[in-house]
């Protein structure tokens, strides 16, 4: 447990450190307003926390930087949640402002707001599908052995898809697969569309086997499809100093090209929580250079999908959690309206 003053020199160096990139000298914190106390008791204070694990040395320095515990306990116990101006309130507002047709499109336009506020680079991915009810499913005839399937989710989400045949189909055959699959799986999870092919047929049916079937092939095809990944802001990364390693900057741009790394990473952590891990908390040994902040978001019990933020562990974590949280609430707000 770590006590006021200790407290004050820790937060003061994270944030010191988070804005310079610089190692914090004692010297440097003496002019901190929060700080009123000598150079030497800094001096102590600081050998204290570096001898306990938050802070660490470097070789080229007299000063300290954070260690990942001291990154770890800046979060959890010093960190402000409201480092947000009016101006970025004003901003954000009017982005999630936006009319959206689908929910993919809310998801990205968060993200994309939330890397030009925050500088950093955010990936996004929508909600999963299997976790959602089927609305509606609507079939529309497109030519004598063509149609498309839409499925419509209880949250917002939108699955298209084009089925041929090898036979004709009319209209009327349209309207009565309209009618068994709605009438079959309405209200009921995404993927009991995958059923055995005799559970969709009717003994009064007089088209073939060979209609229904594609139909069926298709729509669990579509459904096991992965949501798109979106990425925003990568080049902003570059142009922080931690990216001048060149390992640090090839280790990058493979995560962000590797889908597998970046679903695990979005899909970590708890529902309508912010999730930060930082440096070896992450299970990935790609993302041990990083901290990645993801954030899962629901409104009225809908998933919405995740967006990630990925960055040094030098990452203004004040800024990243006030700017997810006054987006969440300002999600909430939308849709209550």
Known sequence: MLDSRKK????????????????????ALTKHEDLKCSSATIRNEMADLEKAGFLDKTHTSSGRIPSEKGYRYYVDELLDDKDISLEEIKYISSKLETKVNEIEDLTKIAANTISEVTHYTTVSIGPKTTSQLIEEIKFVLLGTRMMMAVILTDAGLVKETIIKFDEDVNQKQIET??????????????????????EYLYDEMTYSVNVIKPVIEQLKKVIKEENEIYLEGANKSFDLPEFNSLDVAKNFVNILDTKEVIADMLNSGFAEDINIYIGNENEKDELKDFSIVTFKHKVNGKD???????GPKRMDYSKVVSVMKYINKKLKDLDNN
């Open 304 to 310: 919405l999908g995740t967006i990630g933020i990925i």
């Open 8 to 27: 004050k020199v820790l937060q003061a160096i994270v944030e010191e450190y988070i804005n310079t990139a610089e190692p914090v000298s004692s010297n």
């Open 177 to 198: 697969m309209n009618y068994m699959f709605n009438n079959k799986l309405k209200n009921q999870p995404i993927e009991t569309i995958d059923r055995p092919l005799e």
